[in-house]
T-cell receptor, first 114, second 111 residues
């Protein structure tokens, strides 16, 4: 149980384009989903928290117009990186919480912006 | 600023030994603590969580929590080369479901 998937697992795009990443909870309904970013040799940094049907809450310093989050159902959240630039290249990881305190992580999406 | 601190390592232990990983946190109101294992290029995998003071054992893993000292640790018994990874300590912030992660400790188990 508690399986979270992400799609795509990796993506390469040109600077200025937008990229959408999907996060799905496969065998449970996710009360809350979280989006993290991890740069090489650094820890996970929380970008935003999203609850189904409501607007995401962004962490300080994260541009909500650049990182659009949609949590349309209890099993799906999407992160769209708009007008991506090389500095947005990173490992993006989502996690999902059912009812308890534990977060279960998706496999991550490696974004490379050329 | 709420913080979670870990020694970055690397911590090297011989195969079969006990690996001891430590984590301190600043938010005295924190109630939930988690250990994740992360292999290079992969996402974190939950190993254990602990909510109460004392020890919690699961197979070769033991989590220890001391809220008075704001300290949580992970012991790995009979360490195997496959345990070589970065171990992340995460603390759920009081009043929210958000985690704050430490920077992780890189563990190397030498065959």
């Amino acid at each position: 149980g508690a399986v979270v998937s992400q799609h795509p697992s990796w993506v390469i795009c040109k600077s200025g384009t937008s990229v959408k990443i999907e996060c799905r909870s496969l065998d449970f309904q996710a009360t809350t989903m979280f989006w993290y970013r991890q740069f090489p040799k650094q820890s996970l940094m929380l970008m935003a928290t999203s609850n189904e049907g409501s607007k995401a809450t962004y962490e300080q310093g994260v541009e909500k117009d650049k990182f659009l989050i949609n949590h349309a159902s209890l099993t799906l959240s999407t992160l769209t990186v708009t007008s991506a630039h090389p500095e947005d290249s990173s490992f993006y990881i989502c996690s999902a919480r059912e009812r308890g305190n534990e977060q279960f992580f998706g496999p991550g999406t490696r974004l490379t912006v050329l | 600023q709420k913080e979670v601190e870990q020694n970055s390592g690397p911590l090297s232990v011989p195969e079969g030994a006990i690996a001891s990983l430590n984590c301190t946190y600043s938010d005295r109101g924190s109630q939930s603590f988690f250990w994740y294992r992360q292999y290079s290029g992969k996402s974190p995998e939950l190993i254990m969580f602990i909510y109460s003071n004392g020890d919690k054992e699961d197979g070769r893993f033991t989590a220890q929590l001391n809220k008075a000292s704001q300290y949580v640790s992970l012991l790995i018994r009979d360490s195997q080369p496959s345990d070589s990874a970065t171990y992340l300590c995460a603390v759920k912030t009081s009043g929210t479901y958000k985690y704050i992660f430490g920077t992780g400790t890189r563990l190397k188990v030498l065959a």
